[in-house]
């Protein structure tokens, strides 16, 4: 049986090999029983058939094959006889902040081997694929245990990015509010906020999964790797304390939004008043002066309407000077 869209790794201190295209089942068992570490990577979920026959090579207990299929379940941990099965969601970056993209990833973790199995083609390990064919660090020098936690940790550093771009689109968004809010404002806003409160729900069960693999599965993780799963925890933990940081940020910002608004109504509504207040006597005066009596001295004066001007102009003045004074603008 051919396998699509997958690649096997095996490497040992000294060397490596790869297989990424044409891969066969006899390809995935030779590379099993060979001297050194085997990593399978697949890029989809595969169909019950494939995964019957991957479950004969790795030993696969049914509920294992069943929990792979199962791309709605919980992020769960369970250890078998002859391997650590774990999975969990991943949040898949993207150059927009607020795309809400995830998939499923499964891990088996044996003693020699590791197969990771994604719900979609989305490459966030070349990494480590770069780490083995360069023998960069000391991942050749290590058990499968410690291909591991470098899969984990590139998975959290996608989050790490992902939390990157929307404190750097809250930092313009801060800006934008602050001067010149605008209704899209506030949806992006809320916009920045659901996708918070979503990667929380994804980080927090990442948290418990990582901090069981730190408790300890001494058939599977050595002793001298815990360190590095105890890193992981505390990145977890970080990750939280920063969403939870950038949501605080957030939740101000839309009180910042409507209090920016609320005070530029508060100035539109004191340019009104008192350009009200300064029309109402002239209004007042003017009304007076265009009722139709027959006895009104002041109609037959000569400087009348000269003087009715200079009355209402000096009374607009002394209303500026006042609300000057009182330093109403």
Same mark, same amino acid.
């Given at each position: 049986m051919k396998i699509n869209n997958c690649q096997i790794y095996s490497y040992t201190p000294e060397?490596? /090999?790869? *297989?990424?295209?044409?891969?066969?089942?006899?390809? +995935?068992?030779?590379?099993?029983?060979?001297e050194g570490v085997m990593w399978l990577n697949m890029h989809r979920v595969p169909t019950e058939s494939e995964l019957l026959e991957l479950g004969k090579i790795f030993k696969l207990h049914r509920t294992t094959r069943e929990d792979i299929l199962d791309l709605s379940q919980r992020p769960k941990v369970e250890e078998f006889e002859?391997?650590?099965?774990?999975?969990?969601?991943?949040?898949?970056?993207?150059?927009?902040?607020?795309?809400?993209?995830?998939?499923?990833? /499964?891990? *088996?973790?044996?003693?020699?081997?590791?197969?990771? +199995?994604q719900e979609r083609k989305a490459d966030h390990f070349q990494t480590v694929r770069d780490r083995i064919e360069n023998n960069t660090g000391i991942l050749r020098t290590k058990k499968a245990d410690y291909l591991v936690y470098r899969l984990l940790d590139v998975i959290l550093d996608s989050y790490f990015t992902s939390l990157e771009k929307i404190t750097e689109e809250s930092e313009l968004l801060d800006v934008e509010v602050t001067n010149s809010p605008e209704p899209e404002s506030l949806n992006k806003i809320e916009r920045i906020k659901r996708t918070l409160i979503f990667l929380r729900k994804l980080i927090f069960p990442i948290k418990e999964i990582v901090s069981r693999l730190d408790n300890g599965f001494p058939r599977f993780i050595a002793e001298d790797n815990q360190p590095y799963f105890r890193d992981l925890k505390d990145s977890t933990q970080s990750l939280l304390d920063e969403t939870d940081t950038n949501k605080q940020i957030i939740e101000s910002m839309a009180q910042m939004y409507y209090a920016t608004l609320s005070h530029k109504m508060n100035e539109i509504m004191k340019v009104l008043t008192m350009v009200g207040t300064i029309f109402i006597p002239l209004t007042f005066i003017a009304g007076i002066y265009g009722m139709n009596f027959t006895i009104m001295p002041e109609l037959h004066?000569?400087?009348?309407?000269?003087?009715?001007?200079?009355?209402?102009?000096?009374?607009?003045?002394?209303?500026?000077?006042?609300?000057?004074?009182?330093?109403?603008?």
């Open positions: 060397n490596f /090999s790869k *297989i990424t295209q044409n891969i066969h089942l006899k390809d +995935i068992e030779e590379s099993l029983n060979t002859d391997y650590l099965f774990f999975s969990l969601t991943c949040f898949i970056p993207s150059h927009k902040a607020d795309a809400l993209r995830t998939e499923q990833i /499964s891990f *088996i973790l044996g003693k020699n081997f590791v197969l990771s +199995i004066w000569e400087f009348g309407y000269f003087a009715v001007w200079i009355i209402m102009i000096v009374l607009a003045i002394l209303l500026l000077i006042y609300f000057r004074r009182k330093k109403w603008f």
